[in-house]
């Protein structure tokens, strides 16, 4: 027996839409990873994707105000933008932390999407010697000398401390 007669011919275009995005993924995550440590209020490059469940690019998704903050449960709000926007599924732009404490830097924070974040906290160091913080012990009496211990504290343009400052360099 013998098959019938094939069918041959020329389709139309077919589209395939992407599935609606499920999750944030921050795809210069390892880049991120290796340029640590940072300077306070030095700029890094971020670049996040929104994606479905099967891990595609969600080129419709244009949102903003998605949360990037720090994972690690201490508010931090010297994080720049705290707040990003997609375009075409992606957001690609700098950020910028001015505070020098630890950070796990995620996003995607109450969106509903799954989200995601740095694998090991950044150190972000303090910037440069900007000024000093001087605390006078009290009480003291005009014209003579200073009886207790008073402090002096190196400090950068975002208040952070410089614990490295050695006023004999």
Do not use: C, M, W
């Not at 994080?79 to 599924?89: A, K, L, Q, T, V």
């Not at 995620?106 to 972000?124: E, K, M």
């Not at 009290?138 to 400090?155: E, I, M, N």
């Amino acid at each position: 027996s013998s098959a019938g007669p094939v069918a041959s011919g020329t389709s139309g275009n077919v589209v395939i839409n992407n599935a609606t995005a499920t999750q944030f993924i921050i795809t210069n995550k390892a880049t991120i990873e290796a340029g640590d440590p940072y300077t306070a209020g030095v700029g890094f490059d971020v670049t996040i994707e929104a994606r479905d469940a099967n891990g595609n690019l969600v080129t419709n998704f244009n949102t903003g105000s998605i949360v990037l903050d720090d994972a690690d449960g201490t508010a931090n709000p010297s994080i720049s933008p705290n707040s990003i926007s997609f375009s075409s599924g992606v957001f690609s732009g700098v950020v910028t932390v001015t505070q020098s404490t630890p950070l796990i830097l995620r996003v995607g924070q109450g969106s509903g999407l799954s989200t995601d974040q740095t694998a090991t906290a950044l150190v972000i160091s303090p910037a440069a010697l900007d000024h000093f913080n001087l605390v006078v012990a009290t009480p003291q009496t005009t014209g003579s000398d200073f009886v207790a211990t008073s402090t002096l504290t190196a400090k950068d343009a975002f208040n952070n401390t410089i614990t490295t400052f050695d006023a004999s360099s």
